[in-house]
């Protein structure tokens, strides 16, 4: 399940953001046997501080792995089922908890207003799936739902549209892809 929420940023919130009183996106999603998006924000922003095409994180993800076996909001039935196994008994997958915040608030490309908008938010967001791929990030789930517009250019340091939604993305170091062939499925046919 995902949730996507545009709110007001205010003074009391604990980022630094570029303009004062801007919107920001809270992601909240559960997810598990995969990299948690903030991770792989991580791995496409390196060292720096921006990537040009690519949804601004402030890195500021407040769930994870919840330890506490008592937590009813964090944790899943799955998780709640498992506590009474013992750990080789495990009947669920149990998803985690995560939410993230981004300064990068888009408008749905379904929404462009002159096919000059159209192609400068395409051409930035390719320019953007580049710079992942340079930093040895994989998108794989780039579609119409997740190349955004820019509602602020300047915000965004000039790109007219970028990237979001890298949840599914690979990172591509030997021990993810080892990681990930071994989740596909076999279909009879190949065994």
């Known amino acids: 399940m995902r949730v996507w929420i545009a709110t007001r940023a205010t003074d009391v919130t604990p980022i630094k953001f570029d303009i004062p009183g801007s919107s920001v996106v809270i992601k909240d999603r559960r997810t598990s046997d995969r990299p948690t998006e903030e991770s792989i924000y991580h791995k496409i922003y390196g060292d720096r501080t921006e990537v040009f095409e690519v949804a601004r994180s402030t890195f500021l993800c407040d769930y994870g ?66 710079n992942m791929n340079v930093k040895d990030v994989l998108h794989r789930d780039i579609s119409v739902n997740n190349i955004m517009i820019s509602a602020d250019v300047k915000a965004e340091h000039g790109a007219h549209g970028f990237l979001i939604d890298p ?22 046919a190949s065994s």
């Open 65 to 130: 792995v919840v330890d506490d076996l008592k937590d009813r909001v964090h944790r899943t039935l799955g998780g709640l089922i498992n506590r009474d196994r013992a750990q080789k008994e495990r009947a669920c997958a149990e998803p985690v908890h995560h939410r993230c915040t981004l300064p990068s608030v888009g408008i749905p490309l379904s929404r462009f207003t002159s096919t000059r908008q159209l192609v400068k938010a395409i051409r930035d967001a390719i320019k953007g799936h580049r």
């Open 167 to 188: 949840e599914l993305a690979a990172i591509m170091d030997i021990k993810t892809i080892r990681s990930e062939l071994k989740a596909l499925p076999v279909s009879p």
